[in-house]
């Protein structure tokens, strides 16, 4: 996933496509309209999660 995001920001960025076509493809999982991004050099630095959304998608994993 974060590589077909790279590989579409980097698309928008050469101007191959816009970036509303980019929102558009990340709207509708599925649809690929960039390829990816190469694997070397990406990597998970830091995560942040929402205190609040965290604590109700625990909620709701439990309940299922």
């Known amino acids: ?3 077909l995001i790279m590989g579409g920001l980097i698309a ?5 496509i816009t970036a509303e076509a980019l929102q558009n493809a990340l ?3 599925g649809k690929i309209i960039a390829p990816p ?12 999660y929402d205190k ?12 299922n």
């Open 52 to 63: 609040e959304l965290l604590a109700a998608s625990i909620q709701a994993e439990k309940q």
């Open 12 to 16: 928008v960025g050469r101007g191959k």
């Open 27 to 29: 709207d509708n999982p």
């Open 37 to 48: 991004a190469p694997p070397h050099g990406l990597y998970m630095k830091e995560v942040f």
């Open 1 to 3: 996933t974060v590589r």
